[in-house]
């Protein structure tokens, strides 16, 4: 064997372990659940963020923050019975740009690849990330997404499937409509129906509830 051949061999083994180094990335667990609240009914008034990474089904680091929405107008009755924020609580906060700037993406860009997943987020939070970046004259991120909800859905047909009422059935403590505690809460029961379902990554989850990632 010439030092030609031994080059191509070793070439070969290289890519295999490339190979299986990227199908194994692609193929676990991980995902970003994140949720927005808004202060009134418009998808540009985020108020809040929360985000917090599962990786293989755990969860590994989150983060948080108050927003000061495009247009200071909050529903009184959602900061009394929803979400508790107020014009007091955000009059000082930043604007959606700089914390999807500083704080969001960063934190994304810790796991390149890994989807985000929202509860009804393809109706709701992803609306909301388009619609505040169309305000502000922001870039549309190139990220990919999926929905709990349609997850939900297939997963447990029986049940009803609002977040709150999910998050009693199965017995997860939590703080409803505190953006925070709803990505935790969203990322508890992926992991969930995961096992339901008898599959260890998001790609296989998705194939077995008929649905697929979706991208901005």
């Known amino acids: 064997m010439d030092g030609l051949d031994e080059l191509f061999i070793s ?20 995902y970003i659940a ?11 008034s985020a108020c809040s963020v929360g985000l917090v990474r599962f990786i293989d089904g755990k ?5 948080y923050s108050l927003i000061h929405p495009a247009k ?16 007091n609580d955000v009059r000082n906060k930043p604007y959606f740009p700089e914390i999807w700037d500083t704080m969001v993406m960063p934190f994304i860009n810790q796991t390149p690849g890994v989807p985000l997943v929202a509860h009804n987020g393809n109706m709701f ?18 990220l990919e997404y999926f929905d709990s909800l349609i997850i939900a859905r297939k997963t447990w ?3 009803s499937h609002k977040l709150t009422d999910l998050g009693t ?9 505190d953006a925070l505690e709803d990505s935790r809460t969203c990322g508890q029961l992926i992991k969930l129906a995961a096992e339901k379902w008898g599959v ?8 077995a509830c008929g649905n697929q990632i979706r991208k901005f």
């Not at 994140?34 to 540009?44: G, K, L, P, S």
């Not at 909050?74 to 014009?87: A, G, K, M, N």
């Open 11 to 30: 070439l070969y083994h290289f890519l295999i372990v490339i190979d299986t180094i990227l199908f194994n990335m692609n193929n676990k667990l991980d």
């Open 34 to 44: 994140i949720d927005f609240e808004t202060a009134n009914q418009y998808r540009n």
């Open 59 to 63: 969860e590994t680091d989150s983060c």
């Open 72 to 87: 200071m107008y909050f529903i009184p009755e959602w900061t009394r019975d929803i979400h508790h924020i107020s014009y």
């Open 125 to 142: 939070d992803m609306p909301v990330i388009q619609n505040c970046c169309e305000y502000f004259g922001m870039e549309v991120p190139k």
């Open 157 to 159: 047909p029986e049940l």
């Open 169 to 177: 059935h199965f017995g997860i403590e939590y703080l409803a409509h």
């Open 200 to 207: 260890n990554s998001v790609e296989e989850l998705l194939k």
